[in-house]
């Protein structure tokens, strides 16, 4: 399972480092030590609080709406697969993007919930690159 230092978890979510590391000392979401004292937080753990925190209505924190070149870096916070194509969804900060596409590109790419990944939106089309 691949787990995410403050930081990477606070560029995901949209926030701050502060920010992200407020919110784990008030054990809104789970974190651990690696052998070198960082706080790390498991991806599936942190999948479920961005989802958790995108119903939510922000609090007191100030998230990003904004996308750069159409580009949604963030976590997958589910993978359905088909015998021959799979639907993907992406939490990038507020934003929920879901993509159809086939299950050789999903086992490919190594996507399932938890991974970092990144959203890219032409037109009507949502492409998917692995981070």
Not at 66 to 74: E, I, K
């Amino acid at each position: 399972m691949q787990s995410y230092t403050i930081g990477q978890a606070a560029r995901l979510l949209g926030v701050s480092p502060d920010t992200a590391r407020r919110w784990a000392d008030a054990g809104r979401v789970p974190t651990h030590r690696d052998e070198g004292g960082r706080r790390l937080i498991d991806g599936k753990d942190l999948a479920a609080f961005s989802v958790e925190l995108a119903k939510g209505d922000g609090g007191d924190e100030e998230i990003s709406h904004t996308s750069v070149r159409n580009a949604f870096p963030g976590i997958v916070t589910a993978v359905k697969l088909g015998d021959v194509a799979a639907q993907v969804e992406i939490q990038a900060g507020p934003h929920r993007l879901v993509s159809l596409l086939t299950r050789e590109a999903v086992e490919e790419l190594g996507l399932e919930v938890g991974v970092e990944a990144t959203a890219r939106v032409k037109s009507t089309n949502v492409h998917i690159d692995r981070t």
